[in-house]
């Protein structure tokens, strides 16, 4: 059974910068697709950003060109930098996984079975 840890968030002016982790272990699955989701209160928990075994990404259209998702396989580890935050992006923020033999990465977070405790993000203006 996956097993995820996630870390890094905390309070940032808008405009600044924070980069989470998530350590992962216990999967099994030679394809999975890895992603950071976030739900701010009175919201659904939406994808932020997904990447595939493979590399390949995808991102939700507000946080394009300010976000990066990256994996250290050999470290089995997911990361999102996130760069150039609004107060917008405020959230709690989860890392999960799940075995995907298909080319493009879901983005909908009932499809992930595996899931962090969450780390929370808080921008200030």
């Known amino acids: 059974q996956a097993q995820l840890v996630a870390s890094g968030g905390g309070s940032v002016q808008s405009g600044g910068s924070l980069r989470l982790s998530c350590a992962a272990s216990?999967?099994?699955?030679?394809?999975?697709?890895m992603g950071w989701f976030r739900q701010a209160p009175g919201t659904e928990r939406e994808g932020v950003a997904v990447?595939?075994?493979?590399?390949?990404?995808r991102y939700t259209d507000s946080v394009k060109g300010r976000f990066t998702i990256s994996q250290d396989n050999a470290k089995n580890t997911l990361y999102l930098q996130m760069n150039s935050l609004k107060t917008e992006d405020t959230a709690m923020y989860y890392c999960?996984?799940?075995?995907?033999?298909?080319?493009?990465?879901?983005?909908?977070?009932?499809?992930?079975?595996?899931w962090g405790q969450g780390t929370q993000v808080t921008v200030s203006s």
């Open positions: 216990g999967y099994t699955d030679s394809t999975v697709c």
């Open positions: 990447i595939h075994s493979d590399g390949r990404t």
């Open positions: 999960a996984v799940r075995g995907w033999s298909g080319a493009i990465c879901p983005t909908y977070s009932l499809l992930y079975n595996y």
